[in-house]
């Protein structure tokens, strides 16, 4: 589990073609230290095993059916990517509980840096608005974000200006591609309630039932 609170930005320095997907190599600095083989770190929000580990680099292995849902099938050598290592029960969770486990990726629509604080609103993926709520919370290529405005078609999350410096958003361009992970609970609630019919808590709220 991690936290959405990105620890480094790295840089893809290797990308293998393996039998069953990509082996990558991200070197790094701070996510190293108390890293041993068979931990778990997100990269760009996605949880990837360490295979290897060098004093300054670690690999990974991303499966097929990985590559096709998030954005790490779009990674070049020279990429920047968003780094956080598993928490810890000592770990204060200062973003929201986030499994690395990516859900689709979504479009950014627009980008606003309004007198310091960055804005970006997102295309929301079909089938996945019922999972967010005003103010709720969302992770994006790894980031813990609170949702700032929301309809049934876009998602608008905002950026502090120690947030924005931390991460790669600055780089991102309308119609570019991010991770997203949307809230676990919600998911889990949803699946718990799915009766025997197969309807779920979205088809109850829409239908009055």
């Known amino acids: 589990m ?41 990269v760009n929000g996605v949880c990837i095993t360490v295979v290897t580990l060098t004093p300054t680099s670690f690999q990974g292995d991303v499966m097929e059916v990985t590559l096709r849902k998030s954005n790490l099938k779009n990674l070049q050598v020279g990429s920047k990517v968003h780094l956080e290592r598993a928490l810890n029960l000592q770990t204060r969770l200062g973003g929201h509980m986030v499994s690395g486990h990516i859900d689709t990726v979504i479009q950014v629509s627009r980008i606003q840096d309004r007198q310091g604080q960055f804005y970006m609103t997102l295309l929301i993926p079909p089938g996945y608005r019922k999972y967010m709520i005003p103010q709720g919370s969302i992770c994006l290529d790894g980031v813990s974000l609170t949702i700032a405005d929301l309809t049934e078609s876009h998602v608008t999350v905002s950026l502090i200006p120690e947030s924005k410096k931390r991460t790669n958003f600055t780089h991102l361009r309308v119609g570019d591609f991010i991770n997203l992970e949307c809230d676990l609970i919600g998911k889990y609630v949803e699946n718990m309630v799915k009766d025997q019919e197969g309807n779920s808590l979205a088809d109850y709220i829409k239908y009055g039932f």
């Open 2 to 42: 991690f936290t959405g609170i990105i620890e480094e930005i790295g840089q893809v320095t290797s990308l293998q073609t393996t039998s069953n997907g990509k082996r990558l190599t991200v070197t790094c600095q701070r996510v190293l230290e108390g890293t041993q083989l068979g931990d778990s770190i997100a």
